[in-house]
C-alpha cells in the first residue's frame, strides 16, 4: 500500500470511530494524557468537590477518623477502576489535620462517595464543628515541586509547558478536518523524528501530546509555526507566535548561549581535540570574602614577609548560586561582582552558568540570560567615538531574537545580564555625574549606558552579574554593589579530579596525578585551574615518550610557559592581536624586564607587596603591570593611610620574575646585577669572571647561603633553570630573545660549582642544591 492510500485508510478509520466515540463520551471518560490532561485533571477535581460540597451543605460532616472508608472494590458499572494520585487539596487536608485545635473536627473531602456515609452522618449531626484556627495553613506543595529559591528553580508560566501545550492544542482546534489533515501531512513530510503513525492516529489532544514528547516543547512549537504558515494558515501562525514569544525568545537565546559555550576552547584549538565543557568541568571554590585571591603557600616559607588572608570553607557558594544570595535586608541581590587572578577559571565559569541554564539544569526562574561583554562595549566605543545607541539597540544588535523583547521593560522581568571582563574596557567611568537614564530606549554613549546598567537605572528587572580582574573593578563604587565574590580555584582534591576527568585512559591519569605531585611547588600552583590544564596538556604529550616520568618535571620550564601565555592573552584580549601576528615588540620586552627588576628589589627587601609609587619609579604603568599583564593582582586590604597594596599572583612568581631579570641583564647586556654590594668571590681571580655564567651562579649561593632559609632559594633554582637551553633559547627565543642568539656557555663549570658546593652544604640546603643542579641538566623530551 503506497503512503498516500495508508494515510487516507488511517484518516478515514478516524471518521469513523468519531461517531462511536461521541456515544461513549457519557459513559467513558479519557484517561489523562501525559502532558495535555494535567491541568484539566486538576479542573475536574475541582469540579467534583464544588458538587460534593453543594449536597452536603446541610448535613454535618463527619470525623475522617471514624468515618468508614466507601467500599470500592465494585466496578461493574465502569468496568474499570482509576486511581488518582494525590493533589494538592490532598496535601492541604493532611497539614489542617496536623495542625487543627484539640476537638475541631477537619471536613474530608477526599472521599468520592459521601451519599453512602449517610448513617454516620446521622449519628454524628451533633457534633460540634470547631474553627479556631484564625488562618487556613499555606498549601503544601507537591514534594517534586521546586521553590524559587532553591536549584533549579521555577518557569515561568508562559514559557512552561502548560501554556505551550494549550496554545498549540487551541490552534489546532480551530483548524477544518481537511485543514487538519494538511497540517498533519505537512508536518510528517517536514519532520524526520515523526511516524506517519503517530501523526494520524488519535484526537488533537494525542496529537500535540505525541509531538511534545518525541520533538520537546520548544522544537514542537517552532515546528507548529512554520507548518501553519505553510499550509496558509499566516494568521494562525502569527497569533501562536505572538502567544509563545516569551518562550521562543528564551529558546533562541538558549541555542545561542549551547552553540557558544558547550564546546570548551583551551589555547590553540586542534580539530578532533575539543572537549565538551560538562565532560570536563570541575567547579572551582568561590567564596564571598576574598581577600586577593592569592595562595600564601611557599614550598620554604611558613609564612609570607606579608601576611595573606584565605577565607575559610563556610563562606563557599556556587556558581548556579550567586543569585541566590541576600543582602543585609534579606532582600534578593541585584548586582553581583565575581574575581580572581588570571587563569583562576571566570571565563569557564560564565559558560558553565550560561549552559547549565540553557539546558535547563539550574536558575530556570530567569527567564532569559543575555551576555553583554565589557568587550563588547569597548569595541562599539572604539568603532565610532560618537556612537550613541539606547541599551535595546545594543541586545538587539548582539542578540538578533531579542528584538522587540517589551518584557525587558516589566521589573517583574527576572532575567540575567552577564557583563563579564570589566578589565578589557579600558575608559575611565564617571559615576558620579553620568547623565540619568530612566527607560530601555535612550540612545547614550557605552560609558553612560554601563554606568546606568550599574547603578539599576536601565533593565530595572535585570540581575548584573560583573566579572573582572580585582584592581580592575574596584572603580565600581561599593553603594552600587550587592556582594562581591572571589574565585579560590581548585582545591587538592579538585585538581586531581579535574586531571582525571580529562582523560579516557585512567592509567595516564593516574601517572599524569603523580608526576606533578613529586613537585611541592608545582602542586601549589595548580590550584589555578588554568594551570591544571597546561599540564595536563604537556604531560599528556611527554608521557607518549618511553622512559618519561623516571625523574620529576621541571620547574622553571612551566614558569616560562605560564609568562608566555600570559603575555600573548595580553596582546590578544586588551590590544586585539591575531594568533599570528603576537610578536613582543620592544616596549612588550622592555615591561617584561622592569617588572622583573621590580621583583628583584622587593626581594631584596624582602617584602611581597608593592604600591602605585614603587610601579612609577620604574617606569611602569599601573593598570598595565595590575591588570593586563595576568601576573600581579590587588589585595582587599589597604594601608592605614589607604594606599593600595599589589602583589604577584605567587610569591614564587615574584622570584621568577626576579630570576629572569638577572638573567636578561647577563645575557642581553652581560651585566651581573648579583655582584653589587659585594666582595669580588675569592674563587675568580679577575672581575670579568663574574661575568660568567659560574660567577653569576656563585653570586647567587653567596646570597642565597647569607640570607635565612626561603629568601633566595627558589630564586636560585629559577635561575639555574633558565641557564638551561632548552628555557632561554627553545621557549624564550623568539619572544624576549632574539632568534639564532648565541646560547649561553660555561655550563659545565656551573655544573661543577653546584656539585662541589652541595658536598659542603648545610644539611637544609643540599636538597634545594639538587633541584637547582636538576632544572639546568635535566633534558626532558
Not at 471536613?107 to 448513617?119: G, P, Q, V
Not at 629572569?660 to 641583564?665: G, N, P, Q, R, S
Request: hydrophobic share 35%; proline share 5%.
Amino acid at each position: 500500500m503506497d503512503p498516500d492510500t495508508e494515510v487516507e485508510s488511517i484518516f478515514r478509520q478516524g471518521n469513523e470511530e468519531e461517531g462511536e466515540e461521541e456515544d461513549e463520551k457519557k459513559k467513558w471518560k479519557r484517561p489523562p494524557s501525559s502532558y495535555g490532561s494535567m491541568k484539566s485533571d486538576s479542573e475536574e477535581m475541582e469540579e467534583e468537590e464544588e458538587e460534593y460540597e453543594e449536597d452536603d451543605v446541610a448535613e454535618a460532616c463527619p470525623s475522617p477518623v471514624a468515618t468508614a472508608q466507601p467500599d470500592i472494590t465494585d466496578h461493574e458499572g465502569t468496568g474499570l477502576q482509576l486511581t488518582r494520585p494525590d493533589s494538592p487539596e490532598t496535601l492541604y487536608t493532611m497539614t489542617t489535620m496536623q495542625t487543627k485545635p484539640p476537638g475541631a473536627v477537619v471536613i474530608d473531602t477526599r472521599s468520592s462517595d459521601l451519599e453512602d456515609n449517610t448513617d454516620d452522618d446521622e449519628e454524628d449531626a451533633d457534633e460540634v464543628i470547631v474553627c479556631d484556627s484564625p488562618e487556613p495553613p499555606e498549601p503544601v506543595e507537591p514534594d517534586d515541586a521546586v521553590q524559587n529559591d532553591l536549584q533549579p528553580g521555577i518557569l515561568h508560566p508562559e514559557q512552561d509547558l502548560p501554556h505551550i501545550f494549550k496554545s498549540i492544542q487551541n490552534k489546532l482546534t480551530g483548524l477544518t478536518r481537511e485543514e487538519l489533515y494538511k497540517f498533519k501531512m505537512w508536518f510528517y513530510q517536514w519532520e524526520p523524528g515523526i511516524t506517519l503513525q503517530q501523526v494520524m492516529e488519535g484526537d488533537i489532544l494525542d496529537f500535540v501530546d505525541r509531538i511534545i514528547e518525541t520533538l520537546g516543547q520548544d522544537r514542537a512549537l517552532l515546528h507548529t509555526i512554520s507548518t501553519l504558515e505553510n499550509v496558509s494558515k499566516q494568521a494562525e501562525a502569527s497569533e501562536l507566535r505572538n502567544q509563545c514569544k516569551r518562550a521562543l525568545s528564551r529558546f533562541h537565546l538558549k541555542q545561542y548561549l549551547i552553540r557558544k559555550h558547550q564546546v570548551i576552547r583551551e589555547g590553540v584549538v586542534r580539530a578532533g581535540k575539543q572537549n565538551l565543557l560538562d565532560n570536563i568541568y570541575i567547579e572551582p571554590q568561590i567564596s564571598t570574602c576574598g581577600y586577593g585571591g592569592v595562595e600564601p603557600s611557599h614550598e620554604f616559607r611558613s609564612q609570607l614577609p606579608t601576611p595573606i588572608q584565605v577565607p575559610s570553607a563556610d563562606t563557599f557558594v556556587g556558581v548556579n548560586n550567586l543569585f541566590r544570595l541576600k543582602k543585609a535586608d534579606g532582600q534578593p541581590v541585584r548586582t553581583v561582582v565575581t574575581t580572581g587572578i588570571a587563569g583562576i577559571g571566570m571565563t569557564v565559569s560564565v559558560g558553565k552558568v550560561a549552559l547549565d541554564w540553557a539546558e535547563l539544569r539550574a536558575n530556570r526562574d530567569l527567564q532569559f540570560i543575555i551576555k553583554l561583554s565589557f568587550r563588547t562595549f569597548w569595541h562599539l566605543r572604539n568603532k565610532n567615538s560618537e556612537t550613541f545607541m539606547s541599551i535595546m539597540e545594543v541586545i538587539e544588535y548582539y542578540h538578533p531574537e531579542c528584538k522587540d523583547m517589551k518584557y525587558l521593560d516589566q521589573e517583574d522581568c527576572k532575567f540575567l545580564i552577564i557583563m563579564d571582563s570589566f578589565d578589557c574596557y579600558q575608559a575611565t567611568l564617571d559615576w558620579e555625574n553620568a547623565p540619568v537614564i530612566n527607560d530601555n530606549h535612550t540612545q547614550a554613549h557605552p560609558d553612560v549606558l554601563i554606568v546606568n546598567i550599574i547603578r539599576g537605572t536601565v533593565l530595572r528587572g535585570a540581575r548584573v552579574w560583573i566579572l573582572g580582574r580585582r584592581a580592575a573593578v574596584t572603580q565600581i563604587p561599593s553603594k552600587f554593589i550587592d556582594a562581591v565574590t572571589e574565585i579560590q580555584g581548585f582545591s587538592d582534591e579538585m585538581k586531581d579530579e579535574y586531571l582525571t576527568k580529562r582523560f579516557s585512559d585512567k592509567n595516564l591519569a593516574a601517572k599524569i596525578v603523580a608526576h606533578y605531585k613529586r613537585l611541592p611547588t608545582l602542586r601549589m600552583l595548580a590550584r589555578q585551574p588554568f594551570v591544571c590544564w597546561m599540564m595536563a596538556t604537556v604531560f599528556e604529550r611527554c608521557f607518549r615518550y618511553q622512559d618519561y616520568g623516571v625523574r620529576p618535571p621541571r620547574l622553571t620550564t612551566f614558569y616560562v610557559n605560564i609568562t608566555i601565555v600570559q603575555m600573548n592573552r595580553r596582546l590578544q584580549f586588551y590590544y586585539g592581536k591575531g594568533d599570528h601576528d603576537l610578536k613582543w615588540s620592544s616596549e612588550d620586552k622592555a615591561q617584561l624586564t622592569k617588572m622583573g627588576k621590580m621583583a628583584f628589589k622587593m626581594l631584596e627587601r624582602n617584602t611581597s607587596v608593592f604600591y602605585e609609587d614603587d610601579v612609577k619609579e620604574y617606569g611602569l604603568k599601573l593598570t598595565e603591570v595590575t591588570v593586563l599583564s595576568g601576573m600581579c593582582t590587588e589585595l582587599s586590604t589597604a594601608t592605614s593611610d589607604g594606599r593600595k597594596m599589589y602583589c604577584f599572583v605567587h610569591f614564587t612568581f615574584q622570584e621568577f620574575m626576579a630570576a629572569l631579570y638577572v638573567f636578561t641583564m647577563f645575557r642581553t647586556e652581560g651585566k651581573n646585577v648579583l655582584e653589587s654590594g659585594l666582595h669580588m668571590p675569592k674563587i675568580f681571580t679577575s672581575k670579568d669572571q663574574t661575568k660568567s655564567a659560574a660567577g653569576l651562579v656563585h653570586c647567587a649561593l653567596e646570597r642565597t647561603f647569607a640570607a635565612q632559609l626561603g629568601e633566595y632559594d627558589m630564586f636560585l633554582r629559577f635561575l639555574c633553570g633558565l641557564l638551561s637551553p632548552e628555557c632561554h633559547d627553545e621557549q624564550l627565543g623568539g619572544y624576549l630573545y632574539r632568534h639564532n642568539a648565541p646560547k649561553v656557555g660555561g655550563l659545565d663549570e656551573v655544573q661543577r660549582l653546584l656539585e662541589k658546593t652541595i658536598q659542603s652544604a648545610p644539611g637544609n640546603r643540599v636538597e634545594n642544591l639538587k633541584e637547582c643542579l636538576r632544572e639546568m641538566t635535566q633534558e626532558d623530551e
